[in-house]
């Protein structure tokens, strides 16, 4: 097999595992599809999708703003922290939804990271009295 085969053969592996975890959080196709155009289109963000495909952890390389996938994973969390006593359909319980989340927010940071960046220094989750 060839370079531009195996290339081929990894991105088919990508767009299922999107896909997969698509409807795994409870999305609809079109969803995966759309997530999918848009990493394919940032070769930072594809390259984290690949290192978690292969690793099941962030590689953290690719960063904007100083902000990893991580971080926005770790914003996720602690912001979902207000929900805890919703339903089972939040993000908390759903591994897939947030990871999906933490991608889709990286590409939006691409395009506009000040109200992303905003957000993640003043929403903490935590009750703090002021």
């Not at 904007?64 to 602690?78: N, P, R």
Request: hydrophobic share 35%; aromatic share 12%.
């Amino acid at each position: 097999m060839d370079k531009k085969e195996q290339l081929e053969k990894a991105l088919t592996l990508l767009h299922d595992f999107i896909c997969t975890l698509s409807k795994q959080a409870g999305e609809g196709m079109e969803y995966g599809e759309r997530l999918w155009k848009r990493i394919r289109k940032s070769e930072g963000v594809l390259q984290e999708l690949a290192y978690y495909y292969d690793n099941n952890r962030f590689l953290c390389q690719y960063q904007v703003e100083g902000y990893t996938l991580a971080d926005i994973l770790i914003w996720q969390v602690d912001h979902f922290k207000l929900y805890m006593d919703r339903p089972d359909e939040m993000n908390r319980y759903r591994q897939q939804r947030l990871l999906l989340a933490a991608f889709d927010t990286m590409l939006q940071m691409e395009k506009d990271p000040k109200p992303y960046i905003e957000k993640m220094r003043g929403e903490t989750g935590q009750d703090i009295l002021k």
